[in-house]
């Protein structure tokens, strides 16, 4: 078994969309990203690359480079996904929590455990998203960004 961990936060921007966990939501804030920003995606990518002593997403997906502008993070990951399983793992499980003072998540926490657990190829059951707020603390909490916190474990197959 392996364990990894990871982090990400992202600044609020207009004309962009919000995307959380590989879902959009409607919320007239996006995230600012050289992708499409996903701070949960983002977050579970660096616990497995971390898990599997890779680095981080930038060292895989470098901000620096055209083909990763605008990319939808959910192809980064299957990204991922293809690494960690030619590495002979798969997710034992993924704990994770989005940090923010809205958008409010609790509505929508059951689609994004589905989405991820799809895309990171396990049963839901071994997915778990939380959400929570900084009681109006820091940035988060003057609502000028999102952060996420993930921790994995990997499995041999």
Sequence with gaps: MK???????????????????GIKF???LGLLGHSDADVLIHAIMDAVLG???????GK???????????????KLLARVVHVMENEG?????????????????????????????SLLHTDMGNVSVKATTTEQLGFEGRREGIA????????RR
């Excluded at 898990?51 to 997403?57: E, F, Q």
């Excluded at 901000?63 to 959910?74: F, R, V």
């Excluded at 798969?90 to 929508?108: F, Q, T, W, Y």
């Design 3 to 21: 364990i990894g961990i990871g982090y990400d936060v992202h600044r609020f921007a207009e004309n962009r969309d919000l995307y959380l966990g």
């Design 26 to 28: 409607d919320y007239p």
């Design 51 to 57: 898990a599997l002593a890779l680095g981080d997403i």
């Design 60 to 74: 895989l997906f470098p901000d620096t480079d055209p083909a990763y502008k605008d990319i939808d993070s959910k």
């Design 89 to 117: 793992y798969c997710i034992g499980n993924v704990d994770s929590i989005v940090i923010c003072e809205a958008p409010k998540l609790k509505d929508h926490i059951q689609t994004i455990r589905e989405c991820l657990a």
């Design 148 to 155: 996420a916190q993930a921790v994995v474990l990997l499995e």
